[in-house]
T-cell receptor
Framework: QKEVEQNSGPLSVPEGAIASLNCTYS??????FFWYRQYSGKSPELIMS????GDKEDGRFTAQLNKASQYVSLLIRDSQPSDSATYLC??????????FGGGTRLMVKP | GAVVSQHPSWVICKSGTSVKIECRSL??????MFWYRQFPKQSLMLMAT?????????EQGVEKDKFLINHASLTLSTLTVTSAHPEDSSFYIC??????????????FGPGTRLTVL
């Protein structure tokens, strides 16, 4: 069983809609959670971090964390074609190492 | 802040040659750097963890004698692919974890190096 799971997609949403990306993790002692965006042929770029239960908003992005359910999500409001990319969920466990999910490919159609 | 650079950004070499890739943290000190490899349409694969002043820790299945890692300073780590073969062609990405800063250890990625071995 993978430690960090994501649906590989592609997740296709129309421009202006809300894109919802989900991630589950297996290590209950994980404390830090990150979302990275990776455009094709480029390296990952950190877009959000979240450490406590609840929602964290930054512009059009909202990260949601539920440690009891071992679930973290990323919402992108007013999706734009430029948001089309692969989104990587990363979890930092007790060993201070980041474990990445396989990524979800998001396609925002004009 | 938190900028990581890599050099070169792309390299083409003949089979059997060695290639050195540099990873630098430009505006922060990084006691730990990570080297990843990513094949087309696949996820990041951690190759090794590099700690300044000590030997790198390699992930299972990664040959330490083929992928030489040196982390001689708090801002520089190098990955040398020795005797490269076509199957080593990949996108190599480094990341650095800042030390001494508030936060929970975010990793910041370099732009990657695309290696093509002919």
């Amino acid at each position: 069983q993978k430690e960090v799971e994501q649906n590989s997609g592609p997740l296709s949403v129309p421009e202006g809609a809300i894109a919802s990306l989900n991630c589950t993790y297996s290590d209950r002692v994980s404390q830090s959670f990150f979302w990275y965006r990776q455009y094709s042929g480029k390296s990952p770029e950190l877009i959000m971090s979240i450490y406590s239960n609840g929602d964290k908003e930054d512009g059009r992005f909202t990260a949601q964390l539920n440690k009891a359910s071992q679930y973290v999500s990323l919402l992108i409001r007013d999706s734009q074609p430029s948001d089309s990319a692969t989104y990587l969920c990363a979890v930092k466990g007790a060993g201070n190492m980041l474990t990445f999910g396989g990524g979800t490919r998001l396609m925002v159609k004009p | 802040g938190a900028v990581v650079s890599q050099h070169p950004s792309w390299v083409i070499c003949k089979s059997g040659t060695s290639v050195k890739i540099e990873c630098r943290s430009l505006d922060f000190q990084a006691t730990t750097m990570f080297w990843y490899r990513q094949f087309p349409k696949q996820s990041l694969m951690l190759m090794a963890t590099s700690n300044e002043g000590s030997k790198a820790t390699y992930e299972q299945g990664v040959e330490k004698d083929k992928f030489l890692i040196n982390h001689a300073s708090l801002t520089l780590s190098t990955l040398t692919v020795t005797s490269a073969h076509p199957e080593d062609s990949s996108f190599y990405i480094c990341s650095a974890r800042a030390s001494g800063l508030a936060g929970a250890g975010e990793q910041f990625f370099g732009p990657g190096t695309r290696l093509t071995v002919l």
